[in-house]
């Protein structure tokens, strides 16, 4: 059955572009003046259609037609009115309406407007809740000056189905409610209601007490990240035998206990004690979610996919917020919160560009940093996501990471052909400039002088002056964009190198010490080492190894071959980690994403793989970075799926060694 909505139902088929009517129906014939200006405005589950006629022409109807939810022809007729509100519409749903005018028994070709209905029942807004004894108030914002009441509906955690309901006057913004049940959750739910119907609940949840029992360092977490509990001895200073329960039957004693929870959604934590004489108990949840961090939303040209490559992850000098750029044609720049996992904000250049250049982050100032491939794109971006500058005198900086100065006055590039620069933190004016003659692969601020290393040498130069100072020859050819590791006394900065070496520079007699062959089978590029507190040397190859070499750079302590033989491209661009125990972190790209823990003597403790649509997808050709026991992982992409950013909760505890991208959590490539 065809619908009528307000108007006379008239049948008919589509074909072509012109209407076929049976018996007394108009038909197109000679030329008749189409409808003009034709606009669809949304309502709520209606569209508003108006049109309108050169002077002169004198339509006897107007016909208006489309396909409903049903895929049913709906036709209306509007009796001449240039106007017409289609009811009875889905919201969100995209319509596409066609007019035509009616000139007796003849009727002008059609026109088409698309329009899509949106509801116009806005839900409250910033709906606070405060509890006392015995009470608990909320508060919200009137979304919408057409709000005719609110419906509050509420219950307790111990009666679920007893569900108490009120109405609220439709100028009320806050409610108290009293005589609540003490120690006990309660669940709100508030609809605004409109002419239509209601809108969508916001929720709420609340507990009635002397004073809240209980302090959580957070109350959402990743898998085994720890929660501490704290129990409130300042308002109840007399408590005794207090008892934290967990799922499972895990229980903990004493006042302050930190635990991880090991199963994803909203879990459930019993809190008993004694408050004189008398036994208390509290229900509280917390909410546990896979990983710390997991996304694959990026932004891309067209088609194409967007993932990570060159790069790794940085962080906030605060440690909060955690920093990634994506590499394909859309070099966006995303921070994410490490504590709720979400993302906070992205920033998407204007031009388009790829990326492999590390960020770096200004720790003074939280400012981030980064090039992208293509000339003139050096960004400084706000902690807030906001553009701060564009440097336009360097070339591609498929290089060096760039780095800061300890005070974070001056940022230090140097561009795939050679050029360095020293520029203005606050305004991104160049201060001096110097020519390496070679790409830079990393760089590294010491005091009063920053060291530039390239392909064959390293120049030691005057960071107020630009100049230069001395000029080392390495003994063996430096990766790109591998940069530099400083050892724990600040004497010797590490780089990877080709042909499977490991190379240092002594930073107090300008000097190169003798490299290390330390892939002696099938060697091949050594990327970015670190430095472990024992004083071990750490890193990843592309022939499949990973090496642990001796700080002097004398002998191999260990070598571990993924899968258990060569396989090239394995640790292309790794960023491995280690942790204050001599822990080392380091992910695979080929053939699988295996992210492997290794400890001091080189036994694996713990690897895993992470699962996309495809396994070539999901490849590592950057790095990795590690703070408060999580590990970030950066994955490529594919064609057919974006590469996955992922933070997992692994334990452990950050070392204050150095890897070749900072001694610091930013990533400033400064030994301060």
């Known amino acids: 059955m065809k619908k009528i909505i307000n108007l006379l139902l008239t049948s008919f088929i589509a074909a072509g572009l012109t209407a076929c009517w049976s018996e007394d129906i108009p038909e197109a014939g000679a030329a008749r003046h189409q409808v003009t ?22 339509p006897t109807d107007f016909i208006v037609y489309y396909t409903d939810a049903d895929s049913e022809t ?58 006392g004894d015995s009470f608990v108030s909320l508060a919200w914002t009137k979304p919408a000056t057409t709000v005719l009441s609110y419906t509050l509906s509420y219950y307790n955690e111990d009666t679920p189905d007893n569900v108490e309901q009120q109405t609220l006057d439709k100028d009320a913004t806050s409610v108290t409610l009293d005589k609540l049940i003490n120690d006990k959750n309660y669940y709100f739910s508030l609809t605004a209601n409109y002419e239509k119907g209601a809108s969508e609940p916001a929720t709420a949840k609340a507990m009635p007490t002397l004073a809240i029992p209980y302090i959580l360092d957070r109350d959402k977490a990743a898998k085994n990240q720890p929660i501490t509990f704290s129990f409130n001895t300042e308002d109840y200073p007399t408590a005794t035998d207090v008892k934290w329960t967990f799922p499972g039957d895990v229980v903990k004693e004493g006042t302050v206990v930190k635990y991880g929870l090991g199963t994803v959604g909203t879990q459930t934590v019993k809190l008993n004690a004694t408050i004189d004489g008398n036994a208390r108990s509290w229900t509280l949840e917390v909410e546990i979610r896979e990983y710390v961090i997991y996304s694959t939303d990026w932004a891309q040209d067209g088609s194409n996919y967007n993932g990570f490559k060159g790069t790794c992850p940085v962080f906030s000098p605060d440690g909060k917020t955690v920093y990634i750029i994506t590499f394909n044609k859309v070099s966006a ?23 492999y250049n590390m960020l770096t982050v200004n720790p003074v100032t939280g400012d981030i940093y980064y090039g992208t491939t293509s000339a003139g794109q050096f960004y400084a971006i706000t902690p807030e996501g906001e553009l701060k500058w564009i440097f336009s005198e360097a070339g591609s900086m498929k290089s060096a990471a760039p780095a800061v100065n ?6 230090y590039i140097c561009d795939a052909l050679g050029k360095a620069f020293a520029i203005d933190a606050a ?14 692969r990393g760089l590294l601020v010491n005091g009063s002088e920053l060291l530039i290393g390239t392909q064959t040498d390293a ?44 190379g240092a520079v002594d930073l107090t007699t300008h000097t190169a010490k003798t490299p290390l062959l330390a892939g002696t089978t099938n060697p091949n590029t050594i990327y970015e080492p670190v430095v472990a507190p024992n004083g071990s040397i750490f890193a990843g190859s592309k022939n499949g190894s990973v090496y642990n070499v001796k700080g002097d750079l004398s002998a191999v302590n260990w070598e571990h071959v993924h899968t258990g ?72 992409g594919n064609g057919d799926q974006n590469g996955m950013f992922v933070g997992k909760y692994v334990g452990g505890e950050r070392a204050s060694s150095w890897s070749t991208h900072g001694g610091d959590i930013c990533g400033s490539c400064c030994i301060k």
């Open 427 to 440: 305004s991104g004016q160049k201060k001096w400039q110097f020519s390496a003659g070679d790409a830079g």
């Open 459 to 502: 120049f030691f130069v005057n960071i107020e002056t630009g100049e230069q100072i001395a000029k080392v020859t390495l003994g063996c050819e430096m990766s790109d964009i591998t940069g530099f590791a400083v050892n724990s006394d600040k004497t010797l900065a590490y780089f990877g190198g080709r042909n499977g070496y490991i």
């Open 74 to 131: 709906v036709t209306l007729r509007t009796g001449g009115e240039m106007n017409c509100t289609v009811g009875g519409l889905v919201n969100d749903t995209q319509y596409t309406f066609y007019v035509q005018a009616v000139y007796g028994k003849l009727v002008s070709n059609y026109v088409a407007v698309v329009g899509r209905p949106a509801t116009t029942r806005f839900p409250v807004t910033d709906l606070t809740v405060d509890a």
């Open 333 to 355: 720049l995303y921070a994410f919160d490490v504590v709720t996992g979400n993302e906070k904000w992205r920033y998407l250049p204007t031009s388009k560009s790829g990326s």
């Open 406 to 411: 300890a005070n974070g006055t001056v940022v």
């Open 37 to 58: 200006d034709l606009t669809a405005t949304p309502g709520d589950e209606e569209v508003l259609l108006a049109w309108s006629l050169p002077e002169g022409w004198n």
């Open 565 to 636: 033989k060569a396989v090239n491209n394995t640790y292309n661009y790794s960023h491995p980690c280690v942790d204050s125990e001599n822990r080392f972190y380091i992910t695979a790209g080929q053939t699988t994403n295996t992210s492997y823990i290794f400890d001091a003597e080189g036994r694996v403790l713990d690897s895993w793989s992470y699962t996309g649509t495809t396994a070539a997808a999901q490849r590592q050709m950057g790095g990795n970075n590690y703070l408060d026991g999580v590990f970030y992982s950066a994955f490529i």
